[in-house]
C-alpha cells in the first residue's frame, strides 16, 4: 500500500505537482460531469453507495477532465456502463476493496475506460 500512496497521494502532499486552483477545478469538473452525464447512479452500481466505485470512477473522471473538455458526453455513459461489466472492475469493487491490489486495479481500469473519451 505504501508504493500506491506515494504514487498517487504523496508525491502532491505539499502541492509540489499541482496546485490547490487546480486540483479545485478538476474536481469540480469531474463532480459536475459524473452529476450532468451519469446521475445519481454514478456511485450506486446496485442499490447502496459503493466507495470504491466512488473512488475509482472519480479517479479515471478526473484524468479524462484534466486532459480537456469532454465533446462526446454520450461515450462517458458508454464507458461507464462498460467498466460495471468488466469482471475484473466489480471483483475489485466488490470484495477485499482496501486490499492494494483491488485498488490498483480499480483505478488503472477506470482511468483506462475513460481516457479514450473524445
Same mark, same amino acid.
Given at each position: 500500500?505504501?508504493?500506491?500512496? *506515494?504514487?498517487?497521494?504523496?508525491? *502532491?502532499?505539499?502541492?509540489?505537482?499541482?496546485?490547490?486552483?487546480?486540483?479545485?477545478?478538476?474536481?469540480?469538473?469531474?463532480?459536475?460531469?459524473?452529476?450532468?452525464?451519469?446521475?445519481?447512479?454514478?456511485?450506486?452500481?446496485?442499490?447502496?453507495? *459503493?466507495?470504491?466505485?466512488?473512488?475509482?470512477?472519480?479517479?479515471?473522471?478526473?484524468?479524462?477532465?484534466?486532459?480537456?473538455?469532454?465533446?462526446?458526453?454520450?461515450?462517458?455513459?458508454?464507458?461507464?456502463?462498460?467498466?460495471?461489466? *468488466?469482471?475484473?472492475?466489480?471483483?475489485?469493487?466488490?470484495?477485499?476493496?482496501?486490499?492494494?491490489?483491488?485498488?490498483?486495479?480499480?483505478?488503472?481500469?477506470?482511468?483506462?475506460?475513460?481516457?479514450?473519451?473524445?
Amino acid at each position: 500500500m505504501k508504493d500506491f500512496l *506515494n504514487r498517487y497521494m504523496a508525491g *502532491n502532499k505539499n502541492l509540489a505537482h499541482q496546485s490547490e486552483t487546480d486540483l479545485t477545478r478538476i474536481f469540480e469538473e469531474t463532480t459536475a460531469t459524473i452529476s450532468r452525464f451519469i446521475g445519481s447512479r454514478a456511485f450506486r452500481p446496485v442499490r447502496a453507495v *459503493n466507495a470504491a466505485v466512488i473512488d475509482s470512477v472519480m479517479t479515471g473522471v478526473a484524468h479524462r477532465v484534466s486532459a480537456g473538455p469532454i465533446k462526446r458526453p454520450e461515450q462517458l455513459v458508454e464507458h461507464y456502463e462498460g467498466l460495471l461489466r *468488466n469482471e475484473g472492475y466489480r471483483n475489485a469493487v466488490e470484495t477485499g476493496t482496501s486490499q492494494e491490489a483491488n485498488v490498483q486495479k480499480r483505478l488503472e481500469l477506470a482511468t483506462k475506460a475513460f481516457a479514450s473519451i473524445k
